[in-house]
T-cell receptor
Framework: NAGVTQTPKFQVLKTGQSMTLQCAQD?????MYWYRQDPGMGLRLIYY???????DKGEVPNGYNVSRLNKREFSLRLESAAPSQTSVYFC???????????FGSGTRLTVV | QQQVKQSPQSLIVQKGGISIINCAYE??????FPWYQQFPGKGPALLIA?????SEKKEGRFTISFNKSAKQFSLHIMDSQPGDSATYFC????????????FGQGTRLTINP
């Protein structure tokens, strides 16, 4: 049982390049989330998907797009990377309201 | 009204001591308050959670104390061990609908042997 799998683990991008961060869960969870973690700022919600077929903006959605491809997979896309998007990105899934999140191990992204 | 404020930013405790981390929230609609533990290079992992119908919840050496009127909650780690050294995050959300957690800024805890 792998839980939440994120790829890649590390990535360096040049300003203006695009990339997609992949996330997959094997726990049959309904809800999935993308957070970014920056020093001194905790984790901030970028986008979330309450259930398959739905996506909504979180606190810091600018510069990002998401796709809930199916119940298992929730991807995050940076169309034109900026240095301000240098961060550690975490994907999480949740069985339903009232249950805790299960996080992946993160993607460390550097934009130069 | 979405902020969760966490203190201190860092904490050093001697082995066997009590570690205390505090959080305050603003949104009175929040009714789910979890704590997460994160080790370097790993994702956060759920440690313990409380709902506002109780004032305290204990799981082993970890206790959450909750004060609804003050809109504050805290994590106490009893008999702190070097293996407890990690970053701790408090969070809060509503339980209805999509449970979008709002996280505190994090506390880096170091337990000295």
């Amino acid at each position: 049982n792998a839980g939440v799998t994120q790829t890649p683990k590390f990535q360096v991008l040049k300003t203006g390049q695009s990339m997609t961060l992949q996330c997959a869960q094997d726990m049959n969870h309904n809800s999935m989330y993308w957070y970014r973690q920056d020093p001194g700022m905790g984790l901030r919600l970028i986008y979330y998907s309450a259930s398959e077929g739905t996506t909504d903006k979180g606190e810091v959605p600018n510069g990002y797009n998401v796709s809930r491809l199916n119940k298992r997979e929730f991807s995050l896309r940076l169309e034109s990377a900026a240095p301000s998007q240098t961060s550690v990105y975490f994907c999480a899934s949740q069985r339903g309201s009232g249950f805790g999140y299960t996080f992946g191990s993160g993607t460390r992204l550097t934009v130069v | 009204q979405q902020q969760v404020k966490q203190s201190p930013q860092s904490l050093i405790v001697q082995k066997g001591g009590i570690s205390i981390i505090n959080c305050a929230y603003e949104n009175t609609a929040f009714d789910y308050f979890p704590w997460y533990q994160q080790f370097p290079g790993k994702g956060p992992a759920l440690l313990i959670a409380i709902r506002p119908d109780v004032s305290e919840k204990k799981e082993g050496r970890f206790t959450i104390s909750f004060n609804k009127s003050a809109k504050q909650f805290s994590l106490h780690i009893m008999d702190s061990q070097p293996g407890d050294s990690a970053t701790y995050f408090c969070a809060a959300s509503r339980q209805q609908g999509a449970q979008k957690l709002v996280f505190g800024q994090g506390t880096r805890l170091t337990i000295n042997p």
